[in-house]
C-alpha cells in the first residue's frame, strides 16, 4: 500500500518553484476509521476538513485513507517500514528531479511522530536528520521536537488560550480568514500561507493567515476569523 502524495495538491506544487518538492501523508483524519488520530479536533475543523478536497472526494481515495490509518494502528511495524522506504525513495526522487525533498506526516491528522519510533531511532526525522520535516498541529504541549521538524500551531475557534501558550512557547500560529486578510493579529504579524506550503520556511513569530477554502467559507462554529 502506497503511504505518501508527492505535490498531489496546487498549494505543494507551488514549492517546486522555490525548489522544493512535498511529500504528505494523509489518513483518515479524526475518528472516521474508528481510531482517533486528531485527539484535539474541535467542531469547526472537523466540518471545515479538507479530507475530502480534490481527490479526497473519491470514495476510493476515501477507502485508501481509512486503510493506511488502520495499517498504522494494527501492524506499526509493518507500517513504519514501509514509510521509511517510501521516505528513502521520495529522496531520490526529489534528487533526481533537482529539488530538495521535505515531509508533511499530518496531512489529515495530528499524531504526535517525534514519539513513534523506528529501526532504533526514536522518531523519522532522527532517522533522517538532513531532511526538512513539518506540520500543522492543535497540540500546543508538543515538546523535545528534532531540530529538523517545523510545527506550526493551528487556531480552532476554541483554542485561543492554548494558541497563545503554543505561540509563547516559539510556534508560529496558522489561522483561517474570510474577507481580506488582516496585517496583524493576536498581537503579531500575518503573513500570506497560501503563497506556499513550506511552513519552515516562515520567519518566527508570525500568524500564518489562510483563506476559507471549500466547506470553511460557510462555517458558522466561529473557526474561520473575519479579519
Keep these: 500500500m502506497k503511504l505518501l502524495n508527492i505535490d498531489a495538491n496546487a498549494k505543494t506544487v507551488k514549492g517546486q518553484g522555490r525548489g522544493y518538492m512535498t511529500a504528505i501523508l494523509y489518513l483518515a483524519p479524526a475518528d472516521e ?5 486528531c485527539p484535539m479536533a474541535s467542531k469547526g475543523c472537523r466540518k471545515a476538513c479538507l479530507n475530502k478536497a480534490g481527490m479526497g472526494a473519491f470514495s476510493n481515495v476515501q477507502a485508501a485513507r481509512i486503510a493506511k490509518t488502520k495499517w498504522y494502528f494494527e501492524d506499526r511495524p509493518a507500517f513504519m517500514a514501509q514509510l521509511v522506504k517510501e521516505i528513502r525513495a521520495g529522496i531520490r526522487y526529489a534528487q533526481k528531479m533537482g529539488l530538495i525533498p521535505v ?3 499530518n496531512g489529515t491528522s495530528d499524531i504526535r511522530w517525534e514519539s513513534v519510533g ?3 531511532a526514536r522518531n523519522v526525522m532522527e532517522l533522517f536528520p538532513d531532511v526538512q520535516f513539518y506540520d500543522y498541529t492543535k497540540l500546543s504541549n508538543r515538546k523535545d521536537l528534532p531540530a529538523n521538524y517545523k510545527l506550526t500551531f493551528s487556531l480552532a ?3 485561543d488560550l492554548q494558541a497563545f501558550a503554543a505561540a ?4 508560529n500560529v496558522a489561522a483561517v480568514f474570510k474577507g481580506k486578510l488582516p496585517e ?3 498581537g503579531r504579524t500575518v503573513i500570506n500561507g497560501d503563497d506556499s506550503d513550506l511552513r519552515f520556511l516562515d520567519p518566527v513569530g508570525v500568524v500564518v493567515a489562510l483563506k476559507a477554502k471549500g466547506k470553511a467559507k460557510r462555517d458558522t462554529t466561529g473557526f474561520v476569523r473575519a479579519a
Excluded: I, P, Q
Aim: aromatic residues 14%; charged residues 20%.
Design 33 to 37: 476509521s474508528g481510531y482517533e488520530v
Design 118 to 120: 523506528v529501526d532504533g
Design 103 to 105: 515531509f508533511r506526516l
Design 184 to 186: 496583524t493579529f493576536m
Design 157 to 159: 475557534e476554541n483554542n
Design 168 to 171: 509563547s512557547a516559539g510556534l
